[in-house]
């Protein structure tokens, strides 16, 4: 089992930067992955940025690279998600996620994670 508390999200203009947190806690898994998500009103969830468990390797969607950083602290159990140059179009509920059986492997897809946290709302004002 895994717990995920994300936080950070809040209101910012467009083209500013936000940094949100997500702390994992979790006595079954080790090494395992972390992605980020969102979902915008009347959308789907969509993935945004993934990292394996050293940081070596990483991926982001197309929407958001070059503006977003995804980031981890093993010793802490949080993995950041750095957003920069912030448009309307980020507005969403941002979640972090574990893959399922704690893998390590990076995914895309939401049927591929099993543990969720409950979401920080970020909101770009134009």
């Known amino acids: 089992q895994v717990q995920l508390v994300e936080s950070g999200g809040a209101l910012v203009q467009a083209g500013g930067s936000l940094k949100l947190s997500c702390a994992a806690s979790?006595?079954?898994?080790?090494?395992?992955?972390m992605g980020w998500f969102r979902q915008a009103p009347g959308k789907e969830r969509e993935f945004v940025a993934a990292?394996?468990?050293?940081?070596?390797?990483?991926d982001y969607a197309d929407s958001v690279k070059g503006r977003f950083t995804i980031s981890r602290d093993n010793a802490k159990n949080t993995v950041y998600l750095q957003m920069n140059s912030l448009k309307p179009e980020d507005t969403a509920v941002y979640y972090c996620?574990?893959?399922?059986?704690?893998?390590?492997?990076?995914?895309?897809?939401?049927?591929?994670?099993?543990?969720w946290g409950q979401g920080t709302q970020v909101t770009v004002s134009s």
């Open positions: 996620a574990v893959p399922a059986r704690g893998s390590n492997w990076l995914f895309r897809s939401t049927s591929n994670y099993d543990y």
């Open positions: 979790t006595r079954t898994y080790s090494n395992y992955a």
């Open positions: 990292m394996t468990w050293g940081g070596r390797s990483t």
